[in-house]
């Protein structure tokens, strides 16, 4: 049984399939020349590492032994690994956590990659439930991940994980601590300084592999899937190299016949036709088993292609039932049997993935999951002439963080374009979105928000919603933005919509956000007084840094972007009350 298989009907496919074998796609892929590395080059670096490392792994088992033997050691020492990390740094460790990749037998896992302080506090709940934090610190290791120069949150974990090492009394907290990164990255100049034992991202040790790319073939998927996976790591890669297929020395014939067969080969093709039919919006159909591979194939599309204004953009978790009442400017790809919903009359591809329920088939659907969409963005991005190396608009937002957080007094939080809602519970800031004059109408937040709404519709500049929530992604206000943003987006606004965590999805899709299709509406919701950390020290001014300096790099990018702020105790209610009061106004 094949691992993946796509359904597609599509007269203009011929063409498409026909360019990509007549200019050799494949082949300047594989030996990292022409147009393709030009759009794969970022600052010099050809990233093009991600193509045939599974080849290569399965040419030197020796690498995928080395893995398995860390992750041995990991498994007889510890009882619970933490992977710190942002956006590709963890987001592959959230999708195999998805698909219960890690049993009872093995370590539990914590996924973390936000710079909120209740994470830290979710993260201590689930270390020790019974409050001996001490005993169960001796049994923990962080994995600190970052596949950029830049990237801090993880720095900012190790720190107060090293200094609640001391205070607990644990011996060797270095010992307890494992870096995974660029050389002379900030985080590896951390690692160095303290002694931390560094791990190479590569297994051939070199680092020409962006994060969003980083799985299958880095550590940063294989690691925790050997830890998952005890003694079947090369078997999981077997099968999935057996259905890729990439690798140095593919004749012509053997790249002709990858394009014409492979099914992600087919997809980019399609995805590609729609993009110039207008349908620069994928919304992702799946059912509960693949839900969580929607994060990753989000992130590795529009952090790739949202460029100059351009780009694909993917939504999941969509109320399906409102869809044949949005703009026809999406098409649908369903997995497997999707949510069992349909929508006639909207183009649709069908993907299917093998479904065993063995861990290792599992884990291999995943690992050719992610493979072939790291082909398929590729290919979208030489088809449509869009850079899909680098993120430049992440780094300009990370700038703004970097120099809020250092600077002295308080963070310049907005004082004037305020609004309110009728309780007072949640104030408004408008200054970075176009507010039409509202002829004398009482300035309240539900107006600002619906008069906002009206405005970009009128001049055809809302293409989709976005609330995004500053902190961390569970509680009360998570769950309230979830469901009362998607019900507030899919069906009063009649738009695609993402519910977004911040800082996390920062990493994931704020590219897309400040430079791919600029037809957006995006609300952010940052609670004013986070909470504290129950142990350690931990502050939350870095994530109302991170907030206020994507707020003003959306603005610099002229994006009309509103910052709402509430109290937390007040928090989900206030957000309800927004949403509430501008939808009757609409």
């Known amino acids: 049984m094949a691992i993946a298989s796509l359904d597609l009907e599509s007269s203009e496919l011929a063409a498409v399939l026909d360019r990509l074998v007549r200019e050799d796609a494949i082949g300047q892929l594989l030996e990292r020349r022409g147009r393709m590395a030009e759009l794969a080059?970022?600052?010099?670096?050809?990233?093009?590492?991600?193509?045939?490392?599974?080849?290569?792994?399965?040419?030197?088992?020796?690498?995928?032994?080395?893995?398995?033997?860390?992750?041995?050691?990991?498994?007889?020492?510890?009882?619970?690994?933490?992977?710190?990390?942002?956006?590709?740094?963890?987001?592959?460790?959230r999708t195999l956590k998805g698909i219960d990749l890690f049993g009872p037998d093995g370590p539990w896992v914590h996924p973390l990659d936000t710079s909120d302080p209740a994470a830290l506090n979710r993260l201590l709940r689930e270390l020790a439930p019974d409050g001996e934090l001490a005993s169960t610190l001796a049994h923990t290791v962080m994995v600190g991940v970052s596949m950029g120069m830049t990237s801090e949150e993880p720095i900012t974990h190790l720190r107060w994980f090293e200094e609640l090492l001391g205070a607990q009394g644990v011996d060797q907290p270095a010992a307890h601590m494992m870096v995974m990164t660029l050389p002379g990255s900030f985080l590896d100049q951390f690692a160095e300084e303290r002694g931390v034992l560094r791990v190479d991202v590569q297994l051939d040790g070199e680092s020409h592999t962006p994060g969003r790319m980083s799985a299958p073939s880095t550590k940063v998927f294989l690691l925790p899937a050997a830890l998952g996976l005890p003694g079947r790591l090369q078997e999981m890669l077997r099968r999935c190299q057996a259905e890729t297929g990439l690798r140095p020395g593919m004749s012509q014939s053997e790249r002709r016949t990858l394009v014409e067969t492979d099914p992600f080969v087919t997809l980019a093709a399609w995805?590609?036709?729609?993009?110039?039919?207008?349908?620069?919006?994928?919304?992702?159909?799946?059912?509960?088993?693949?839900?969580?591979?929607?994060?990753?194939?989000?992130?590795?599309?529009?952090?790739?292609?949202?460029?100059?204004?351009?780009?694909?953009?993917?939504?999941?978790?969509?109320?399906?039932?409102?869809?044949?009442?949005?703009?026809?400017?999406?098409?649908?790809?369903?997995?497997d049997e999707g949510s069992g919903g349909e929508l006639p009359d909207r183009p649709l591809a069908v993907l299917h993935l093998d479904s065993a329920p063995d861990l290792t088939s599992r884990a291999a659907a995943c690992a050719r999951s992610f493979s072939g969409w790291n082909l398929a963005v590729a290919l979208v991005g030489y088809l449509q002439g869009i850079?899909?190396?680098?993120?430049?608009?992440?780094?300009?937002?990370?700038s703004y963080a970097r120099q809020l957080r250092d600077a002295d007094g308080a963070l310049p939080y907005p004082a004037n374009d305020l609004a309110r809602t009728d309780s007072g519970r949640l104030e408004l800031f408008s200054g970075a979105a176009a507010v039409p004059d509202l002829d004398?109408?009482?300035?309240?937040?539900?107006?600002?928000?619906?008069?906002?709404?009206?405005?970009?519709?009128?001049?055809?500049?809302?293409?989709?919603?976005?609330?995004?929530?500053?902190?961390?992604?569970?509680?009360?206000?998570?769950?309230?933005?979830?469901?009362?943003?998607?019900?507030?987006?899919?069906?009063?606004?009649?738009?695609?919509?993402?519910?977004?965590?911040?800082?996390?999805?920062?990493?994931?899709?704020?590219?897309?956000?400040?430079?791919?299709?600029?037809?957006?509406?995006?609300?952010?919701?940052?609670?004013?007084?986070?909470?504290?950390?129950?142990?350690?020290?931990?502050?939350?001014?870095?994530?109302?840094?991170?907030?206020?300096?994507?707020?003003?790099?959306?603005?610099?990018?002229?994006?009309?972007?509103?910052?709402?702020?509430?109290?937390?105790?007040?928090?989900?209610?206030?957000?309800?009350?927004?949403?509430?009061?501008?939808?009757?106004?609409?």
Not at 44 to 54: A, F, N, P, S
Not at 387 to 398: I, N, S
Not at 502 to 531: C, I, M
Request: charged residues 25%.
């Open 41 to 93: 080059t970022e600052s010099g670096d050809v990233k093009l590492d991600w193509v045939d490392q599974v080849a290569w792994a399965l040419g030197h088992p020796a690498s995928i032994g080395d893995v398995e033997k860390l992750a041995a050691s990991i498994r007889l020492r510890f009882t619970h690994v933490v992977w710190s990390g942002m956006g590709g740094s963890v987001q592959a460790v």
């Open 271 to 335: 995805l590609s036709v729609q993009i110039d039919h207008g349908r620069d919006m994928l919304v992702l159909d799946l059912p509960p088993r693949w839900a969580p591979i929607a994060p990753w194939v989000e992130q590795v599309v529009e952090e790739s292609l949202g460029k100059e204004e351009r780009g694909l953009l993917v939504f999941h978790d969509q109320d399906m039932a409102s869809a044949s009442a949005w703009p026809d400017r999406f098409c649908i790809l369903r997995v």
């Open 387 to 398: 850079t899909f190396a680098g993120q430049p608009a992440v780094e300009h937002y990370k």
């Open 440 to 586: 004398g109408e009482r300035r309240d937040a539900g107006a600002v928000l619906a008069t906002v709404v009206r405005s970009l519709k009128r001049t055809g500049r809302l293409g989709y919603f976005d609330l995004t929530v500053n902190g961390e992604s569970a509680g009360p206000l998570w769950d309230t933005a979830v469901q009362a943003g998607t019900k507030f987006g899919n069906r009063i606004l009649e738009r695609p919509t993402k519910v977004r965590s911040g800082p996390r999805d920062y990493h994931s899709t704020e590219q897309s956000e400040t430079a791919g299709p600029p037809e957006l509406l995006s609300l952010r919701v940052l609670v004013r007084d986070p909470e504290p950390v129950a142990a350690g020290e931990y502050s939350g001014r870095f994530l109302h840094a991170q907030a206020l300096g994507t707020l003003f790099a959306m603005r610099d990018a002229g994006r009309p972007v509103l910052l709402a702020t509430v109290r937390r105790a007040d928090a989900p209610a206030a957000l309800v009350e927004l949403l509430e009061e501008a939808s009757a106004q609409l």
